[in-house]
């Protein structure tokens, strides 16, 4: 009898400790947001469109924001919560955000991304299965509306190994706990992803194939370049920071080029992909010698100049 009453109790306690785990959001996702108010509806519609009642925590740093980023945030409310700094600084805005999210694993998102709730589950659930310690869904290209030069560009660019393999960052990356503390504070970089990705090994972090997040691309290849000119000048501040961590990078783009120069087809979008590399380069360099302030960041105005205004309110249909 008492043996009985002894498997009960614990069938009882394993039931509690069940019920328990399923308790609360299964991930975090912090936005660190400078003056979004274009994109910012649409990336909190996206994660909150399918999405239960307190199944994700949600911050958004509004970091020296003075447009109507806060206000159409705040709109929204739970389980979207809103921080404010007057200080306008990606990192310190995404530390602020760890120090508020509720749990792990933690999403770290920028305001211009396009993420469905069905993409969040999966990495939330790689990660907390301990798959891998940082995570990402699929990357996609929004090429709508582009230029010829900016679909040939990224046509070669997305058969390059570093768009094919394990890329992580490009707008978004989740970490597990045990990922999380492989490092303190967010590094002050332009391109803190690289910092990211490269902390962790190729069997540490992980692309989830079968989920996805959108990237809006620029419209022009002019604004292509500027972009890419602020990369390169973001990659070479990181290779100056953190000598080691760069050298972890595996790349062979001659041989994935010529692989495809192969292929007469690709020759014209070859040829644009390489001359866009070589302004961008050049551009880089004299950027990072005349740049007064190394961390001020650029960004492409051009692609949310796209966003449709019904995209930019909390209001619009579909919310």
Same mark, same amino acid.
């Given at each position: 009898?008492?043996?009985?009453?002894?498997?009960?109790?614990?069938?009882?306690?394993?039931?509690?400790?069940?019920?328990?785990?399923?308790?609360?959001?299964?991930?975090?996702?912090?936005?660190?947001?400078?003056?979004?108010?274009?994109?910012?509806?649409?990336?909190? %519609? +996206?994660?909150? #469109?399918?999405?239960?009642?307190?199944?994700?925590?949600?911050?958004?740093?509004?970091?020296?924001?003075?447009?109507?980023? $806060?206000?159409?945030?705040?709109?929204?409310?739970?389980?979207?919560? $809103?921080?404010?700094?007057?200080?306008?600084?990606?990192?310190?805005?995404? #530390?602020?955000?760890?120090?508020?999210?509720?749990?792990?694993?933690?999403?770290?998102? #920028?305001?211009?991304?396009?993420?469905?709730?069905?993409? $969040?589950?999966?990495?939330?659930?790689?990660?907390?299965? %301990?798959?891998?310690?940082?995570?990402?869904?699929?990357?996609?290209?929004?090429?709508?509306?582009?230029?010829?030069?900016?679909?040939?560009?990224?046509?070669?660019?997305?058969?390059?190994?570093?768009?094919?393999?394990?890329?992580?960052?490009?707008?978004?990356?989740?970490? +597990?706990?045990?990922?999380?503390?492989?490092?303190?504070?967010?590094?002050?970089?332009?391109?803190?992803?690289?910092?990211?990705?490269?902390?962790?090994?190729?069997?540490?972090?992980? $692309?989830?194939?079968?989920?996805?997040?959108?990237?809006?691309?620029?419209?022009?290849?002019?604004?292509?370049?500027?972009?890419?000119?602020?990369? #390169?000048?973001?990659?070479?501040?990181?290779?100056?920071?953190?000598?080691?961590?760069?050298?972890?990078?595996?790349?062979?783009?001659?041989?994935?080029?010529?692989?495809?120069?192969?292929?007469?087809? %690709?020759?014209?979008?070859?040829?644009?992909?390489? +001359?866009?590399?070589?302004?961008?380069?050049?551009?880089?360099?004299?950027?990072?010698r005349f740049k007064k302030n190394e961390f001020e960041w650029t960004r492409d105005q051009s692609a949310r100049m796209m966003v449709k205004p019904e995209e930019q309110s909390a209001s619009a249909p579909g919310s």
């Amino acid at each position: 009898m008492d043996e009985k009453k002894n498997v009960m109790q614990e069938n009882q306690l394993q039931s509690v400790v069940e019920t328990d785990e399923k308790v609360g959001p299964i991930c975090s996702i912090v936005i660190p947001a400078h003056n979004e108010e274009q994109v910012i509806a649409r990336c909190l %519609r +996206s994660l909150l #469109d399918g999405c239960g009642k307190d199944e994700i925590d949600v911050i958004v740093v509004a970091n020296n924001c003075d447009d109507k980023t $806060v206000e159409i945030a705040s709109s929204f409310g739970a389980p979207v919560r $809103v921080i404010e700094t007057p200080i306008g600084n990606k990192a310190h805005a995404m #530390d602020l955000g760890d120090e508020a999210a509720m749990t792990f694993p933690r999403i770290y998102l #920028d305001a211009d991304i396009v993420i469905p709730i069905d993409s $969040v589950r999966k990495v939330a659930k790689v990660l907390s299965e %301990r798959k891998a310690l940082c995570a990402s869904p699929r990357m996609r290209l929004n090429l709508d509306g582009r230029s010829w030069g900016v679909k040939a560009y990224y046509d070669i660019w997305s058969r390059l190994p570093y768009a094919k393999q394990q890329m992580i960052g490009s707008g978004v990356y989740a970490l +597990s706990e045990e990922g999380r503390s492989r490092f303190g504070k967010f590094p002050n970089l332009l391109a803190e992803d690289e910092f990211i990705r490269l902390t962790f090994s190729e069997d540490e972090r992980q $692309v989830i194939n079968d989920c996805w997040f959108q990237v809006d691309v620029p419209k022009t290849l002019r604004d292509l370049t500027r972009l890419r000119m602020r990369w #390169d000048r973001g990659v070479a501040q990181f290779s100056e920071k953190y000598p080691d961590l760069k050298k972890r990078e595996k790349r062979n783009y001659r041989g994935a080029l010529a692989r495809l120069a192969g292929n007469p087809v %690709r020759w014209p979008a070859l040829a644009t992909y390489v +001359s866009t590399w070589m302004v961008t380069k050049v551009g880089g360099r004299l950027q990072r010698r005349f740049k007064k302030n190394e961390f001020e960041w650029t960004r492409d105005q051009s692609a949310r100049m796209m966003v449709k205004p019904e995209e930019q309110s909390a209001s619009a249909p579909g919310s």
